[in-house]
């Protein structure tokens, strides 16, 4: 579709990963080791329909999920009590997402539409992890590891159950 120099001169071409550091590692001449960092693993299967009326006053779309991560790593700076800081690498995280989403679109008359969607997830924890703490004010401090009960606990960061509605006039 692109001639090797359309490439080029928008600068497309370039490998440079630096966007994918994790922004909570503030040091990175004290990064986890390499196993720590290794990649995840995941495994998906998701299906979906869609359905648009043939006089176009009714669009409906559905979609279901299911996805096992495996071997997830994270890693957060922490404050201590004390106010010293440090690192905490996580890896080994393993978790099961699936649910339900579902959109629809009713439009009875041309100046109204009606736009509803509703979203149902389980998303989960499935395994104990242990962590490692590095003392991010003294590197000679060794790493101390803490075990992680996790197991069958929420995944954070995204809501599990979400609906909405939209009247445009």
């Given at each position: ?85 440090g690192i905490v690498f996580i890896s080994g995280l393993d978790s099961r997402h ?72």
């Open positions: 579709k692109y001639k090797y120099d359309e490439i080029i001169t928008k600068d497309k071409t370039s490998l440079d990963i630096f966007w994918i550091k994790d922004k909570s590692l503030t040091d990175l001449d004290n990064l986890p080791d390499p196993d720590i960092l290794a990649n995840e693993i995941i495994e998906n299967i998701e299906a979906g329909l869609n359905y648009r009326s043939t006089d176009g006053k009714v669009a409906l779309k559905g979609n279901v999920y299911y996805t096992l991560w495996n071997d997830r790593s994270n890693s957060r700076n922490v404050t201590n009590q004390d106010g010293t800081e699936y649910g339900l989403e579902i959109e629809a679109a009713l439009a009875p008359i041309k100046v109204v539409r009606l736009d509803l969607s509703m979203s149902l997830g389980n998303w989960k924890y499935t395994s104990n992890v242990s962590a490692k703490y590095r003392d991010s004010s003294d590197p000679n401090n060794p790493d101390q590891t803490y075990n992680l009960y996790v197991n069958g606990l929420k995944v954070g960061d995204q809501p599990q159950t979400g609906l909405s509605a939209a009247l445009t006039l």
